[in-house]
T-cell receptor
């Protein structure tokens, strides 16, 4: 089954404790992206990747890192999480220039 | 700058009523794509429709219909004979011509009461 998976689905952590949210897709998509969803703001892009070893900032990259060492994986790293990063995070993937993105199930992160 | 506005934050209707969700967009691109996504209470994002800027033909899929008007930069979504299962947050989104980033509106929370 074609899908985008994210882990963990739920995470409660404390300020400053490094964490990684994994994202994996099995559709051989070149394009992968991370969004965060906040009430009243919709979804905003954090980082994206056009292919392996090619990443770039989205609209709200501060406090996040990403890497793309393999085509299928695009982890989101919070080196020192803060409460303002409490949010619902979505990973998405797509064929380059296909315009249709497949979203993962979301990861609900709470930073206390 | 590109922007998507969903002015209706929350809408509440009674089952079987028709409801229209508004979406207004701004872009300088001549080629772009518009989307609607549904987010049910379970939280996942469900793709509903994609339209490109060259195709203003309205589309109907069952109880769902979409009205795309370039002249008013709007891409409205109508649910006919709403059902309780339609209760969700609905997002309108815009994509740049070369694909990639989706620019989302703020979302409209639709509540359909029995």
């Amino acid at each position: 089954e074609a899908q985008v998976t994210q882990n963990p689905r739920y995470l409660i952590t404390v300020t400053g404790k490094k964490l990684t949210v994994t994202c994996s897709q099995n559709m051989n998509h070149e394009y992968m992206s991370w969004y965060r969803q906040d009430p009243g703001l919709g979804l905003r892009q954090i980082y994206y990747s056009m292919n392996v070893e090619v990443t770039d900032k989205g609209d709200v990259p501060e406090g996040y890192k990403v890497s793309r060492k393999e085509k299928r994986n695009f982890p989101l790293i919070l080196e020192s999480p803060s409460p303002n990063q409490t949010s619902l995070y979505f990973c998405a993937s797509a064929y380059l220039f296909s315009y249709e993105q497949y979203f993962g199930p979301g990861t609900r992160l709470t930073v206390t | 700058a590109q922007k998507v506005t969903q002015a209706q934050t929350e809408i509440s209707v009674v089952e079987k009523e028709d409801v229209t969700l508004d979406c207004v967009y701004e872009t300088r691109d001549t080629t772009y794509y518009l989307f609607w996504y549904k987010q049910p209470p379970s939280g996942e994002l469900v793709f509903l429709i994609r339209r490109n800027s060259f195709d203003e033909q309205n589309e109907i899929s069952g109880r769902y219909s979409w009205n795309f008007q370039k002249s008013t930069s709007s891409f409205n979504f109508t649910i006919t004979a709403s059902q309780v299962v339609d209760s969700a947050v609905y997002f309108c989104a815009l994509s740049e011509a070369y694909g990639g980033k989706l620019i989302f509106g703020q979302g409209t929370e639709l509540s359909v009461k029995p």
